[in-house]
């Protein structure tokens, strides 16, 4: 399998991280969005919305992290990356498809109008309403995760996606030290070998 993606990007580690997870061969194929790679005609072709990542595996090509998430957990099923029952599938769905909808795209806004964008270009009421989105994303996964150590049952998928979009949270000014079950989640995920491998 071939990975294309930009590695520093959340959505890239997303997958990275899912591909170490589930002990995949795989081959990272850097896509530099710096010089506008992902808006060239031969990536277009794999990735027609010119994002990252893309997941070839032979003549299969499937973008969207969390869609890889899933087709990853169904390629190394001896990993128990998914659930194990409808609930437990369910429940996993619930929390990547929270991540896909409203977390991942607020801490993307604070990023954009923090650190990314020029200052003239920076609206600070979208920096707002992200920072309250993420409380409420947040505070519902602090109260899950008290009393235990994953989202669901065991570590899943459902961690991998949660945890890469919230890696992000110190460089923009979100401390999740005000959610001391999710702190201590996230450093049960830093502990984990796929995880110092992607983020170094």
């Not at 580690?13 to 031969?42: F, I, N, W």
Request: aromatic share 8%; glycine share 6%; hydrophobic share 45%.
């Amino acid at each position: 399998m071939k990975l294309h993606g930009f590695p520093m990007s959340p959505n890239t580690r997303r997958a990275l991280l899912g591909l170490e997870e589930s002990e995949l061969a795989y081959e990272l194929v850097p896509v530099d969005m710096m010089t506008a790679a992902h808006k060239q005609p031969d990536y277009l072709k794999l990735h027609p919305m010119g994002r990252v990542p893309v997941l070839v595996d032979g003549d299969f090509v499937l973008w969207e992290s969390n869609a890889i998430l899933r087709y990853l957990a169904e390629r190394a099923p001896y990993k128990q990356l998914d659930g194990d029952s409808a609930r437990s599938r369910a429940e996993i769905a619930q929390w990547t498809f929270v991540n896909a909808a409203h977390l991942s795209p607020a801490l993307a806004h604070i990023f954009a109008h923090t650190i990314r964008l020029p200052e003239e270009q920076r609206i600070a009421k979208l920096v707002e309403n992200g920072r309250a989105e993420v409380a409420r994303c947040v505070g519902p996964l602090d109260a899950r995760l008290q009393g235990r150590d994953w989202i669901v049952e065991r570590f899943s998928i459902a961690d991998i996606s949660i945890g890469a979009s919230l890696a992000v949270a110190p460089m923009i000014g979100i401390d999740l030290a005000a959610y001391p079950h999710v702190a201590a989640w996230m450093s049960r995920l830093q502990g984990r070998t796929a995880w110092k491998k992607i983020y170094g």
